[in-house]
């Protein structure tokens, strides 16, 4: 089955730049969708098809995917950006989700 | 603005069967694709299931021999049933729909936790 990689924990400081990968067997070939999830919350889109904001996305949030890894970049990070972050793909019409990276912001 | 409300026994004893509600408003379901996605406590997403109005349904695979989804346009909704379950099955299930196009969660619902326990 395909499996997605994401690192545990990011860390970043406050109005830099933040940096989450997820990784995956030639991912590039698939479409790579975001997803952020506040405690108590239901996730939420940040990024679909790789590097589209859904509407009310701050353009802060962008998605780039090539090779064997995809990267959710979060630029000029905010405290209000602390949360889970979700990878997905699909394979063979399995939904497929990355392990999750918690972001802190310093 | 399409919402989406599940709705579910809150416990289940184990070897029993779970069945969850996905009620949705504000859009009809006879289009999109929908499905359901849990969270075990503490854990990450795990996809279950999707199902079409046009009868397209899917399962994980580590899922699929205890699971079913069912879609009712009468009552616009959807839902799962998950049997002979066990502890490992205790978690905040999410139903959720697919964008336009595919491939992607654009509205979730709330959640609605399922502790399995005697």
């Known amino acids: 089955s395909y499996e997605l990689t994401q690192p545990l924990s990011v860390s970043v400081a406050l109005g830099q730049t933040a940096k989450i990968t997820c990784g995956g067997n030639?991912?590039?070939?698939?479409?790579v969708h975001w997803y952020q999830q506040k405690p108590g919350q239901a996730p939420a889109l940040v990024i679909y098809?790789?590097?589209n904001r859904p509407s009310g996305i701050p353009e802060r949030f962008s998605g780039f995917n090539s090779g064997n890894t995809a990267t959710l970049t979060i630029s000029t990070a905010q405290a209000g950006d602390e949360a889970d972050y979700y990878c997905q793909v699909w394979d063979n019409r399995n939904g497929v989700f990355g392990g999750g990276t918690t972001l802190t912001v310093l | 603005q399409v919402q989406l409300q599940e709705s579910g026994p809150g416990l289940v004893k184990p070897s029993e069967t779970l069945s969850l509600s996905c009620t949705v408003s504000g859009g009809s379901i006879s289009s999109n694709y929908w499905g359901w996605i849990r969270q075990p406590p503490g854990k990450g997403l795990e996809w279950i299931a999707y199902t079409s109005y046009a009868g397209s349904t899917s399962y994980n695979p580590s899922l699929k021999s205890r699971v079913s989804i069912s879609l009712d346009t009468s009552k616009n909704d959807f839902s799962l049933n998950l049997n002979s379950v066990t502890a490992a099955d205790t978690a905040l299930y999410f139903c959720a729909r697919e964008g336009q196009g595919g491939g992607f969660y654009d509205h979730w619902g709330q959640g609605t936790p399922v502790t399995v326990s005697s």
């Open positions: 098809r790789d590097s």
């Open positions: 030639n991912i590039g070939s698939k479409s």
